[in-house]
């Protein structure tokens, strides 16, 4: 490029502050935010907040709340989890009789034979779910169990 067609600088960068020339519709669109790269104009638009231990900023975008593992850990310590929850958990319990069960009477079901442990259920002859007593229980498949429930014989 000759020297007969440079520019002078008429404007500088928002983010560098590097002087540069740009036509002045140019810089009237942009309201006179004009940028000499299009890294600059990435970085313009990048939205940070600080992070809640360090306070170093880190994208907006990802709702972190830190920056780092570091911190993260940092700002656990002392949490308390499982505060407010109820005293029993109802899926450990039948979890825990199932296998309470299966130990004593096998892991098949008790009226067919059925010898998928996986998909066994625990049936309450009485009905009464809150009585869970071993010799009230039944270690029963699915289908057993319909037919228990649902049948009309």
């Known amino acids: 490029m000759s020297e007969n067609y440079k520019r002078n600088p008429n404007i500088e960068c928002r983010v560098c502050k590097k002087e540069i020339y740009r036509r002045p519709i140019e810089i009237q669109r942009g309201s ?32 972190k709340k830190t920056c780092s593992r570091k911190c993260a850990n940092q700002q656990r310590l002392g949490m308390r989890y499982k505060m407010g929850w109820p005293t029993k958990n109802k899926v450990k319990t039948q979890r825990s009789l199932k ?9 098949t079901c008790e009226r067919c034979e059925y010898g998928n442990y996986k998909i066994l259920h625990v049936h309450h002859k009485d009905r009464d779910r ?24």
Not at 40 to 47: I, M, N
Not at 99 to 107: E, H, N
Not at 134 to 151: G, Q, V
């Open 99 to 107: 296998v309470r069960l299966a130990k004593r009477r096998g892991k």
């Open 130 to 153: 809150k009585n869970n007593e071993l010799d009230n229980l039944e270690l029963i498949c699915p289908n057993c169990h319909a037919e228990e429930h649902y049948s009309k014989e």
């Open 32 to 63: 006179g935010k004009v940028f000499c790269s299009q890294a600059c104009y990435g970085f313009s638009c990048r939205k940070e907040k600080p992070c809640t231990i360090c306070g170093s900023p880190i994208l907006a975008s990802f709702n």
